[in-house]
C-alpha cells in the first residue's frame, strides 16, 4: 500500500503539467491554426478583406463605354485604362472626389517615351520612335489619339 | 562500460527485411494517392481548384515599369527603392561574356533608353516577382507558421503571427521578400490574393500594357496561364534548388538567375 502512494504522487503531478501545458496552449494558440496546415487559417481572411486600388476596365466601360470601345479597337486595346490613369478603384466608388490621372500637354512626350521611346532593350516588333527625329517638341497627342493612337 | 552488441542471426536478419518490406507495401496499398503525392509530386491543380499559376513572357516586356508602381499602389508598398514585391531588371549581354544587369528603383520610373553600342549582343528586360513555389523555402523555414501555402496555392504571410526573425527573406532563393519597415514583418508578392479571390487580376497583370504578364487557373485547361503554358515553351528560375516554381518564364535567357 505504501508503494502505490509514490505512483499516485507521481501521476498527480502528471495529471497538473499535462492539463497546465493544454490549457496554456488552448490560451496561445488561435483557434483556426491548423485548420488547413500548419497556419493561422484566419489570416486568409484578413488579407481577402483588404481593400482594392485597380478596379478594372469592366467597371470603367459602366460609365465610359464609348471612350472603352474606342481603345478597344485600336492600338492599345490591350492596355488597360488604369495603366495610364492610374489606380481607379476611388474614383470608381466617388466620381466627383477622386479624380484620375489626366497627362498633362507638357508632361505628356515624357509620359509617352517611357514606353515608346526607342532602345536596344524593348522587343523589336513593338512601335518605337526616336524621341530627338520624331517630331521633337510637339505633344504627342496633336497628332495621334491616345485612345487609337495608330495614324 | 563495454556495450556488448546482441549478435544477429541470418534468419533474423531476413526477417526484418522482410518485415519492412511488407509494412512499407501495405503502407503504399492503404493510401495510395498520398504515397504517390508524396513521391512524385503529383501536381495538386489537378486536383485542387481553382490553384492559381502565373507567366511572364519575357520578350513582351517593354521596361515600363507600370507593374511596379501598380504593385506598390495596390499593396502599400513603402515608396522608396529596395521594397518591391515586384521589380524589373535590365539585362544587358555582351559578346566579351559579360552581363550586366541593372534595376534602377526596381525599373518603377522605367529604364533609360540605350543604343546597341560596343560588343553588346543582346539587351531585354526581366520582371521578377515571388514564384510561388510548391516547394517553397520561405514556408519551410518560418518558425511560427506565418508563411504559409493556401489551398489554392498561394504562398502568404500572416502578419499577425510574423515575429520578424528574417528567416524567411533569406531563405528565399529568388530574392522576393523585404522586410516592411513600417509594419515589422516580412513582406512578399500575395498574387494579389484580396483581388483574385473577387475574380480581378493581380494589379501587376491589369497594368502591363503589351500582355508580358499572364495570370490564371491551372486547374482549367482554358485559363490564360494554362493555354500560355500549353502553346509556348516556358521555363522556371533556378529549377536546380528543386522549389518547383509555379511562375514559369518564357524566352528566359541563360544569363537570367
Redesign the interface.
Known amino acids: 500500500m505504501k508503494d502505490i502512494q509514490h505512483i499516485l504522487r507521481m501521476a498527480g503531478v502528471f495529471v497538473v503539467v499535462i492539463s497546465g501545458f493544454l490549457l496554456v496552449r488552448h490560451l496561445l494558440v488561435p483557434a483556426s491554426f491548423g485548420l488547413y496546415g500548419h497556419y493561422r487559417a484566419a489570416a486568409i481572411d484578413d488579407i481577402k478583406a483588404l481593400p482594392i486600388s485597380f478596379v478594372g476596365q469592366k467597371e470603367c466601360a459602366k460609365c465610359h463605354g464609348p471612350r472603352v470601345q474606342e481603345k478597344n479597337k485600336g492600338g492599345h486595346r490591350n492596355l488597360g485604362c488604369e495603366t495610364c490613369h492610374g489606380a481607379l478603384a476611388a474614383h470608381a466608388a466617388a466620381p466627383a472626389k477622386s479624380r484620375p490621372v489626366r497627362v498633362a500637354e507638357k508632361d505628356m512626350r515624357a509620359f509617352c517615351e517611357r514606353c515608346h521611346a526607342a532602345s536596344f532593350s524593348r522587343p523589336a516588333k513593338f512601335p518605337q520612335i526616336n524621341p530627338d527625329a520624331h517630331n521633337p517638341g510637339a505633344a504627342c497627342n496633336s497628332c495621334h489619339n491616345p485612345h487609337s493612337p495608330r495614324l | 562500460m563495454k556495450i556488448k552488441m546482441k549478435p544477429i542471426t541470418r534468419r533474423q536478419f531476413f526477417k526484418t527485411v522482410a518485415g519492412s518490406v511488407v509494412s512499407f507495401a501495405a503502407l503504399l496499398a492503404s493510401a495510395p494517392r498520398a504515397f504517390a503525392e508524396k513521391f512524385f509530386h503529383e501536381p495538386p491543380w489537378l486536383t485542387k481548384s481553382p490553384y492559381w499559376g502565373m507567366a511572364i513572357a519575357v ?8 507593374c511596379v508602381e ?1 504593385c506598390k ?3 502599400d508598398v513603402p515608396r522608396q527603392p529596395y521594397f518591391f514585391r515586384t521589380w524589373v531588371e ?1 539585362y ?1 549581354i555582351h559578346r566579351s561574356g559579360e552581363t550586366k544587369v541593372e534595376s534602377p528603383n526596381g525599373g518603377m520610373d ?2 533609360p ?4 553600342s560596343g560588343d ?1 549582343m543582346r ?3 526581366v520582371p521578377k516577382m515571388c514564384n510561388h513555389c510548391e516547394n517553397s523555402p520561405c514556408e519551410q523555414v518560418c518558425p511560427v ?7 489554392d496555392g498561394v504562398v ?1 504571410i ?4 510574423c515575429i520578424g526573425c528574417r528567416y524567411c527573406i533569406q531563405a528565399c532563393p529568388y530574392g522576393c521578400r523585404y522586410f516592411h519597415p513600417k509594419l515589422h514583418v516580412a513582406d512578399k508578392c ?1 498574387l494579389c ?3 483574385i ?2 475574380g ?2 493581380p ?1 501587376c497583370v ?6 508580358a504578364r499572364i495570370f490564371g487557373d491551372l486547374s482549367n485547361p482554358e485559363s490564360p496561364v494554362s493555354k500560355f503554358i500549353e502553346n509556348n515553351t516556358v521555363q522556371v528560375l533556378k529549377p536546380a534548388m528543386g522549389t518547383r516554381p509555379k511562375l514559369v518564364y518564357r524566352g528566359l535567357d541563360r544569363e537570367v538567375r
Open positions: 520578350d513582351n516586356c517593354i521596361g515600363c515599369g507600370k501598380a499602389t495596390e499593396n535590365r544587358m522605367g529604364f533608353p540605350i543604343k546597341k553588346m539587351s531585354f528586360f507558421g506565418a508563411s504559409f501555402r493556401t489551398q502568404l500572416d502578419r499577425k503571427y500575395t490574393y484580396h483581388r479571390t473577387r480581378l487580376k494589379a491589369e497594368a502591363c500594357p503589351n500582355g
